[in-house]
């Protein structure tokens, strides 16, 4: 029977604490009465529900039975300290009398820790509430102590009437400041989380316009000046009838059909942004000739795994960009992606010039950058380096987050 209750009270735990987390777990509930107690929960505020969920996770298990057995130590504890004030009293009444009381203003405290929205909509209406509890309670403990004493309930309720009223006044008004204490500033801390989101919002809101639009400067940028170079090159090569003419045509007819749903997506495959970038190289191979080589590696489990567009054809132009084509030489790309437990590691490195002593003046790394942080917080970094054989490692960290998530 002990086992049932236990494993019935285990689950409607995990059952509120997933209310909490996420609302929609309501339609999931089958017990009625469970299902309209999940509704009053998830028809909190996420703050709300945030805070009772973050007490509930806390006091939860033997943590809540620990608290409950430290808090009935003190009462009693208290309840003992008032024998020395009155000592005709019997010490166990005294100690269930501050139990009683304990609890009573622990409960109340907890009912207005978490309920400071609705005292603030309410107020009059809880005052009077609780100034009726307060006299239905001295009323209760006034009989209570009349039967304990062995006296007539109405004489004793009649004789103790002036202190009742008196203590009724007192605990009423202390009653009445807490709340107000309590409700009222928990509502202003409220309405500082609130304001403090709504300012967060914002400015993600704004910042993800702001990237939004440096990613479409970026395309406007990338889009027409390698479209002219290239044509500026097939023209030159069929100028001079050279061969190569024809297969740089139909290099460039890949890339710009790979680029033309691929450029204008937020998040695409790794699988398609290697097919953007090998289009693109192989572009450029045909311009610049022996003067650039390069080599892809996708392993085929991590084709799947998505990473904002153009994250790697930006590091691959800007390799060529400002590696590869400044040196006489040429040099190399080498691009590979591997799996790291839940996180793709993608290294772009080149055999170019290195890193540059001028202080760069683009917008792509800094939209890369800017887009990895609104996607994946800092779960995701881009670290430039300058490798000791020469050129430059661009190291691209991003969390693999789970389809459908």
Not at 90 to 97: F, R, S, T
Not at 255 to 270: G, H, K, P, V, W
């Amino acid at each position: 029977m002990w086992k049932k209750m236990t494993s019935w009270y285990a689950h409607w735990d995990e059952e509120l604490l997933g209310v909490l987390a996420n609302p929609k777990a309501i339609e999931q509930i089958d017990s009625p009465w469970r299902r309209c107690l999940a509704r009053r929960l998830g028809s909190l505020s996420p703050i709300e529900r945030a805070q009772l969920r973050e007490f509930s996770v806390s006091f939860r298990g033997a943590k809540l039975w620990w608290a409950i057995a430290k808090l009935c130590l003190l009462f009693s504890m208290f309840g003992l300290f008032l024998q020395l004030f009155r000592p005709k009293l019997d010490w166990w009444v005294l100690v269930l009398v501050a139990n009683l009381i304990g609890w009573a203003l622990s409960f109340s405290l907890i009912g207005i820790w978490f309920n400071y929205r609705q005292i603030a909509k309410h107020r009059l209406r809880v005052l009077l509430s609780g100034a009726l509890g307060v006299c239905v309670g001295l009323l209760g403990g006034a009989m209570v102590g009349a039967l304990i004493k062995g006296k007539n309930i109405v004489q004793s309720i009649e004789q103790d009437a002036p202190n009742v009223i008196k203590v009724a006044l007192i605990l009423g008004v202390i009653y009445a400041l807490l709340i107000g204490m309590v409700a009222g500033w928990r509502n202003k801390n409220y309405e500082t989380i609130n304001a403090q989101l709504e300012l967060e919002a914002e400015r993600e809101k704004n910042a993800r316009q702001a990237s939004e639009s440096q990613l479409r400067l970026l395309r406007a940028q990338i889009e027409p000046h390698f479209l002219f170079n290239t044509l500026g090159a097939v023209q030159q090569l069929a100028e001079q009838g050279a061969p190569q003419a024809a297969q740089l045509t139909a290099n460039l007819i890949v890339f710009l059909r790979a680029s033309m749903s691929e450029m204008r997506s937020d998040q695409i495959s790794l699988a398609e942004e290697f097919q953007l970038v090998r289009a693109y190289l192989e572009v450029m191979q045909v311009r610049m000739g022996s003067r650039l080589e390069f080599h892809l590696d996708l392993p085929r489990d991590l084709g799947d795994i998505k990473l904002p567009s153009m994250v790697l054809l930006t590091l691959a132009e800007n390799a060529i960009k400002h590696g590869i084509e400044p040196s006489l030489r040429g040099g190399s790309i080498q691009i590979s992606a591997s799996k790291i437990e839940d996180t793709v590691v993608v290294l772009v490195q080149d055999s170019g010039i290195g890193l540059s002593d001028k202080p760069s003046t683009g917008i792509g790394l800094q939209n890369v950058r800017d887009r990895l942080r609104l996607l994946y917080g800092a779960r995701a970094e881009l670290a430039i380096s300058e490798v000791e054989t020469g050129g430059v490692l661009a190291e691209l960290r991003m969390p693999i987050i789970p389809q459908g998530v």
